[in-house]
C-alpha cells in the first residue's frame, strides 16, 4: 500500500478558493452581510497557519502543563464562541455553556485516553489534542444550535419541556445525520486522514467508530447538562 502523502502547495489551495468565492457571492447577496464571512475565512486561516506552529512546539516539549494549558483554552474557547448565535446573552449562559462542555468533553475524552486508546503518558499530545478538539468542536455545536432554538421556542411561548425537547432533538440532527451517513455518503475526517496516510482501512474504521462515539456521547451530555441548567434561569426569571 503507497503510504506517502501528497503535498499540497499554497498555490495549489487556491482551486478549493473557487467554489468558496461561490459561496461568498450567495452570501453577500442574499444576506447583506459583507463582513462575517470574510471574517470567519481569515480567523481560520490565521488560526491555522499559528497551531501549526504551536503544535510543532508542543510535541517536541512533552509537557503534561503545556498541554493542560492548551486544553483550557480550548475549552474557554469553545464556550465562548458556543452563545454567538444567541440574542440574549447573560453571564450565567457563558457559565453554563463551560460546565456543559467541560462535562460532556471530558468525560468522553477520559473514556477514550484511558479506556480506549490508553495512551502512555496520558498526556500524549498527538493523539490528545486533536481528539479533545474534535470533542470539544461537536459539543460547542451542538450546545449552540440548542441555545438558539432554546431561546426561539421561549420566545414563543412555549414552556420548558417543551422547549427543552425541541432544542435536544434540534441540537443532536447534525450528529445523528452523520450517523446515518457515515460510510455510505461520506468518508469522515479522520478515516480519510488515515487512509490517505496509508493506514489499513479497517484499522481506520475502529478508528471512526470510536470518533463517532466519542463525539455523540460528548455533545449529548453537554447539551443535556446545557439545558438542565437552563431551568434554574427559567423558574428565576
Known amino acids: 500500500m503507497n503510504t506517502s502523502i501528497y503535498n499540497i502547495s499554497l498555490l495549489d489551495l487556491l482551486w478549493v478558493m473557487i467554489p468558496v468565492a461561490v459561496v461568498i457571492v450567495v452570501y453577500m447577496r442574499w444576506t447583506q452581510d459583507k463582513a462575517t464571512l470574510f471574517y470567519a475565512l481569515f480567523r481560520m486561516l490565521i488560526q491555522l497557519m499559528l497551531i501549526g506552529y504551536v503544535l510543532t512546539y508542543i510535541f517536541d516539549a512533552d509537557s503534561p502543563y503545556l498541554v493542560i494549558l492548551i486544553l483550557s483554552i480550548m475549552l474557554i ?41 490508553d495512551l502512555n503518558p496520558w498526556y500524549e499530545p498527538r493523539f490528545l489534542i486533536p481528539i479533545a478538539g474534535m470533542i470539544f468542536a461537536n459539543s460547542m455545536n451542538a450546545v449552540s444550535i440548542s441555545a438558539e432554538r432554546f431561546e426561539s421556542e421561549i420566545s414563543r ?77 427559567i423558574i428565576e426569571n
Open 157 to 233: 411561548g412555549n414552556g420548558y419541556i417543551d422547549a427543552r425537547a425541541t432544542s435536544y432533538k434540534a441540537a443532536l440532527i447534525p450528529i445523528i445525520n452523520a450517523l446515518f451517513a457515515v460510510g455510505l455518503v461520506s468518508l469522515p475526517g479522520m478515516m480519510t486522514g488515515q487512509i490517505l496516510s496509508g493506514v489499513d482501512p479497517l484499522i481506520a474504521v475502529r478508528y471512526q467508530i470510536m470518533v463517532m462515539l466519542m463525539i455523540l456521547g460528548s455533545a449529548g451530555i453537554s447539551v443535556a447538562i446545557y439545558l438542565l441548567l437552563l431551568k434554574k434561569d
Open 77 to 117: 474557547a469553545a464556550s465562548m464562541i458556543t452563545l454567538r448565535p444567541v440574542q440574549k446573552r447573560y453571564k450565567s449562559l457563558y457559565f453554563h455553556a463551560f460546565i456543559s462542555i467541560f462535562v460532556g468533553g471530558f468525560f468522553s475524552l477520559g473514556m477514550v485516553v484511558f479506556g480506549v486508546l
